[in-house]
T-cell receptor, first 111, second 112 residues
Framework: DTGVSQDPRHKITKRGQNVTFRCDPISEHNRLYWYRQTLGQGPEFLTYFQNEAQLEKSRLLSDRFSAERPKGSFSTLEIQRTEQGDSAMYLCAAAELGELFFGEGSRLTVL | GQQVMQIPQYQHVQEGEDFTTYCNSS?????IQWYKQRPGGHPVFLIQ?????EVKKQKRLTFQFGEAKKNSSLHITATQTTDVGTYFC????????????FGQGTTLQVKP
């Protein structure tokens, strides 16, 4: 158990709907990351936060994707107007000194 | 942008055989990390290498960071069925960034 919780674990939605994922990291880990992983691929960087500041975003994070970490604790990742290509595992990870602790992930299926 | 590549993509070995996966970065890395992901699981941190030419061992696993800090390898001696999974390398760029880029992984299958 890494202490990083993600919710929901599974989400099935219809194309065009909005979805939101939540990540609750270990409290003393000031960095929080979001990755996307599809079958047979490595985790694909989306964005990361240092406390509440979003320091870097991938170009993959289009206008439809947004992430927040309002109080430097939990974080949310929202996908608007979902497309079938958004189907993937969305992984959250917390870090303090460089080593990442991953949550179990939130699996999204877009029908 | 920074890219991290791994070969091979898949490796099937007989239990007891050795296994090696190679990682190459398009840019110099400040450090490199290795993770293992079991089927259906999430990536789990194995080790971090920081110094040029560094070699670290964990039981049957040997990790190496290249002299130019652009490549790395993971070698497993005498594989066991518990070694099954996908091994990822991941690197921070040499600039002051917290962006950690993962390779596409090497999936190891071990036949008993």
């Amino acid at each position: 158990d890494t202490g990083v919780s993600q919710d929901p674990r599974h989400k099935i939605t219809k194309r065009g709907q909005n979805v939101t994922f939540r990540c609750d990291p270990i409290s003393e880990h000031n960095r929080l990351y979001w990755y996307r992983q599809t079958l047979g691929q490595g985790p694909e960087f989306l964005t990361y936060f240092q406390n509440e500041a979003q320091l870097e975003k991938s170009r993959l994070l289009s206008d439809r994707f947004s992430a927040e970490r309002p109080k430097g604790s939990f974080s949310t990742l929202e996908i608007q107007r979902t497309e079938q290509g958004d189907s993937a595992m969305y992984l959250c990870a917390a870090a303090e000194l460089g080593e990442l602790f991953f949550g179990e992930g939130s699996r999204l299926t877009v029908l | 942008g920074q890219q991290v590549m791994q070969i091979p993509q898949y490796q099937h070995v007989q239990e007891g055989e050795d296994f090696t996966t190679y990682c190459n970065s398009s840019t110099t890395l400040s450090n490199i990390q290795w993770y293992k992901q079991r089927p259906g699981g999430h990536p789990v941190f194995l080790i971090q290498l920081v110094k040029s030419g560094e070699v670290k061992k964990q039981k049957r696993l040997t990790f190496q960071f290249g002299e130019a800090k652009k490549n790395s390898s993971l070698h497993i001696t005498a594989t066991q069925t518990t070694d099954v999974g996908t091994y990822f390398c991941a690197g921070y760029g040499s600039s002051n960034t917290g962006k950690l880029i993962f390779g596409q992984g090497t999936t190891l299958q071990v036949k008993p």
